[in-house]
C-alpha cells in the first residue's frame, strides 16, 4: 500500500508506490546526525514529487552523490536524490515526513557514515 509524506508546510508533497518500511537507517555522519534523518531507501521509480517541485533546493556535499533536496520555505529535507551501489537511480525519504509510520516501531539499522 503506497505512503505519503511532506515537507513541515506542505508545499513539497511526495507518494511511495510501496508498502510502508518496517526498518529504518540512521546515519552518523555530518549531516544526518545534524539533521536526524531516520532514512528508507527506494527505487526511483517508485517515488512521485506530487507537487512543490518549483519548492526544492539543492545541497550537495563531501562527494556529491547525493542531491539533498529541502523545502525553501519550511527549510524541511524529506527525500534525497541519488544512486543505488548498482547505479540505478534511489530516493532516500526522510520517515520522519510521514506522518503513517510509527517511527517507535521501526528497527533502526545504525550506519557508520562518518567513518567514509
Known sequence: M?????????????????????????CNCSHCRRKGFLLTFVPANQFTLDSG????????????????QFCDTCGTQAF????GPDGSPTRAVN????????????KINKMDGASF
Do not use: N, W
Open 2 to 26: 503506497p505512503y505519503t509524506g511532506s515537507c513541515h508546510c506542505g508545499a513539497v508533497t511526495f507518494t511511495v508506490a510501496a508498502d510502508a518500511p518496517t526498518e529504518a537507517m540512521s
Open 53 to 68: 517541485a518549483d519548492k526544492l533546493t539543492d545541497y550537495q556535499f563531501y562527494k556529491h552523490r547525493i542531491t539533498h
Open 80 to 83: 534525497a536524490q541519488g544512486t
Open 95 to 106: 520517515l520522519r515526513c510521514v506522518p503513517d509510520i510509527d517511527l517507535d516501531a521501526l
